[in-house]
């Protein structure tokens, strides 16, 4: 799995100052060793590399245990004093980055810089859980001391030229955003000096293609990185289990003034926002397990934040509220429940355990932890006594439905519980929603108004078109009607369109499951409404692992409801199946296109794919239009493997990338895939004349 490391939240905000290369030459006491910086070349003996790495690793570790992360002795073996502009520290745990922080261009010196360096790594990484304790024993720790800070001063293109990969990390500054990758990221991710500048600018939250353009200012600069597992001694004093923070009396008092607290709430009274006699501090979950005497069901509300984490007593009274609301809507008489069985769970201590696919369950105890997977939007936690640490993560990944191991994340947190066993399943469950889906993108991507929008079909299909053929498959941009309706109307108008119609898009809303077949029976639009097949969206769904009908996932998708007036006006009477796709990998891909030819194969009658996509997004017009020839050629190979290699590492944002894949994929298992014609290409500077940031659009054939 790719990681990218990054300033911690204060680095962020540090100015970058170019510091003139330092001549420096001291010696240590009694061992006549020597530490130089030469011309901005820093160079270490080894015993002073490994004095450091002590150092660090105790920094570290004390910080993490919260104690004053300071050097008792400063000399570090003649190697403290040695000037330094930044300084890095990342640990990591089976080779999995867990956290790293530090910062560049403050001239310091290298004992002050491992200082600030190792503590916000312990604290500061808002990417990830603070480090507990328990992972101490079971992580390396990695010291980059940082020289060398270079402009780069070459324009466009050839500023690749001036990144060395192995010798180099690099900087990018642009208009208040800012973002810093080691040199150790561009090697281990096998990057090119294009991939490694696209990026360091989409880690400082910019579009990839910027680092060619004059506003963004890049930096390059070197660092001597050493390291291994946490010195024995530091590792060892994080063995120490974390205490219990609210143990069985305080437990049970919490339980009990939360039951009252839901009484009086159900009722319309004031309830007490602090439980009197009940300590307060920062968990990182809570759950409720509300039982009504008599009655078979259990209802449950909970909450979870591992970063940042959650104030004890104020979650608890949220909970309650929620608790006492729920209640309401379920009441079976108007005075409502007169007593509450009451089990409570809460969460600390948060540790990471790798994926489902790698996991690293070393220092998990299933008497004193819950176990907790997560993958997107869907999570389960578990907490159960009895199994073992292996039978928990197989069920937790099976409640929460992981499709991809290496992307579902394991973690474990420390429990205090006045019940057992327990779990919480938060997942996406499919919404079959209304049988007409509304025209909800009318007014935004095209004219609400039925005789404005018939006016714009004429004039995107007016003048002659070569004769329709008969293809398999079409791609077609998404945006605007104005934007890119011209491209999308040039490149359907060449197909022969059957009957049957199913549209590929990517997701681009978070609602609904990743995979989703729209189950209505009909899309409504300004002109009249489309039909859908339900039956075989049915089909589609009920033979194909991961794909569901769900109409949340389809509720403001715009990718399919835009095509569907350029469809109506050439094929009224055509039925069109819509499917969303979210993330996934190729593997998953080509589950989906097997699918997909399985239960097409058995039709009798054509079926036209339409891939509903966009080519990159917001980049220069120049630089735009040279990202989308290299993806449009990707395309032309025939190779969907291939093409999706390329467009991926080349971080080109083609959003129906995986569309096209899917696809492509089916031609090929029916031998259909033979040949890619371009209908079409455009950005939106051929509208609005504005080349500073386009998005490009493509149309193309395939068969």
């Known amino acids: 799995m790719r990681y990218t490391l990054s300033m911690g939240p204060h680095c962020r905000r540090r100015s970058f100052r170019t510091i003139a290369p330092i001549r420096i030459t001291s010696k240590a006491r009694g061992n006549s060793m020597e530490t130089t910086v030469e011309a901005g070349i820093l160079s270490l003996s080894d015993a002073q590399k490994s004095t450091i790495h002590r150092a660090a690793s105790e920094l570290f570790a004390a910080a993490v245990l919260n104690l004053p992360a300071r050097l008792s002795n400063r000399d570090l073996s003649g190697a403290g004093g040695t000037k330094v502009i930044g300084a890095f520290v990342s640990v990591k745990r089976q080779g999995r980055l867990r956290s790293c922080c530090g910062f560049l261009g403050e001239e310091t010196t290298v004992a002050e810089a491992i200082e600030k360096a190792a503590e916000?790594?312990?604290?500061?990484?808002?990417?990830?859980?603070?480090?507990?304790?328990?992972?101490?024993p079971y992580m390396e720790l990695e010291t980059w001391l940082l020289h060398s800070p270079k402009l780069i001063e070459a324009k466009g293109h050839d500023r690749a030229a001036a990144v060395e990969i192995g010798k180099h990390g690099v900087q990018v500054a642009r208009a208040g955003n800012r973002g810093l990758l080691l040199p150790s990221v561009a090697t281990e991710a096998k990057f090119t000096p294009e991939q490694f500048l696209q990026q360091v600018c989409m880690k400082a939250g910019l579009p990839p293609s910027l680092w060619v353009e004059d506003e963004t200012q890049l930096w390059t600069f070197e660092g001597l990185e050493f390291g291994g597992p946490i010195e024995a001694g530091a590792a060892k004093e994080g063995a120490l289990v974390p205490g219990v923070p609210y143990p069985g009396e305080i437990l049970d008092r919490i339980a009990k003034g939360c039951a009252d607290n839901i009484f009086l709430l159900y009722r319309g009274a004031t309830a007490s926002y602090v439980l009197n006699g009940c300590p307060d501090g920062n968990v990182a979950g809570i759950a409720l397990f509300i039982n009504e005497p008599g009655t078979p069901e259990t209802m449950e509300v909970s909450k979870m934040s591992m970063r940042p984490l959650m104030p004890l007593q104020s979650s608890l009274f949220m909970l309650c509220q929620g608790a006492a609301a729920a209640l309401k809507q379920r009441a079976k008489t108007r005075h409502g429940p007169q007593s509450l069985n009451l089990a409570i769970a809460i969460l600390f201590d948060p540790v990471m355990h790798g994926t489902v696919a790698a996991p690293d369950l070393r220092g998990f105890d299933p008497t004193k932890r819950a176990l907790l997977v997560a993958e997107g939007q869907n999570n389960a936690w578990l907490y159960d006594p009895e199994k073992t640490a292996e039978q928990l993560l197989e069920d937790a990944a099976k409640a929460a439905k992981v499709t991809t191991p290496e992307a579902a994340g394991v973690f474990s947190l420390g429990i205090c519980s006045s019940g057992k066993p327990l779990s919480v399943v938060r997942t996406v469950e499919p919404q079959i929603g209304p049988t007409v889906r509304g025209a909800n993108q009318a007014g935004r991507f095209y004219p609400a108004d039925k005789d404005e929008?018939?006016?714009?079909?004429d004039k995107l299909f007016e003048?002659?078109?070569?004769?329709?053929?008969?293809?398999p498959a079409?791609?077609?941009?998404?945006?605007?009607?104005?934007?890119?309706?011209?491209v999308a109307a040039d490149a359907l108008r060449r197909v022969k369109i059957p009957s049957t119609v199913i549209v590929l898009c990517p997701k681009h809303t978070p609602l609904g499951v990743e995979w989703a077949v729209a189950p209505n029976e009909e899309w409504a639009l300004p002109t009249g409404n489309v039909p859908s097949d339900p039956a075989l969206a049915k089909e589609l769904a009920t033979t194909i692992d991961g794909l569901e009908l769900d109409g949340a996932a389809h509720h403001m998708e715009h990718a399919i409801e835009v095509e569907l007036p350029l469809l109506q006006r050439l094929a009224p009477e055509a039925k069109v199946v819509g499917i969303a796709i979210g993330a996934g990998t190729y593997a998953r891909l080509e589950k989906l296109a097997e699918g997909l030819a399985y239960v097409l194969d058995k039709r009798k009658d054509d079926v036209l794919f339409v891939i509903s996509s966009d080519m990159n997004h917001f980049a220069t017009d120049e630089e735009n239009r040279l990202l989308d020839e290299q993806a449009l050629a990707a395309l032309e190979t025939l190779d969907p493997h291939k093409a999706f290699d390329a467009i991926m590492d080349k971080r080109i944002s083609m959003c129906g990338v995986r569309p096209a894949?899917?696809?492509?994929?089916?031609?090929?298992?029916?031998?259909?895939?033979?040949?890619?014609?371009?209908?079409?290409?455009?950005?939106?500077?051929?509208?609005?004349?504005?080349?500073?940031?386009v998005v490009g659009y493509a149309g193309m054939l395939l068969g």
């Open 474 to 486: 079409v791609m077609m941009p998404h945006a605007g009607l104005q934007y890119s309706g011209k």
């Open 120 to 136: 916000r790594t312990a604290t500061d990484d808002q990417r990830f859980p603070r480090v507990s304790p328990l992972e101490l």
């Open 661 to 693: 894949v899917v696809v492509m994929e089916t031609l090929k298992r029916w031998n259909r895939l033979n040949k890619a014609v371009r209908t079409g290409y455009a950005t939106t500077a051929d509208t609005t004349g504005d080349k500073s940031r």
């Open 453 to 457: 929008l018939n006016a714009t079909l």
């Open 463 to 471: 003048g002659d078109a070569p004769p329709a053929e008969a293809w």
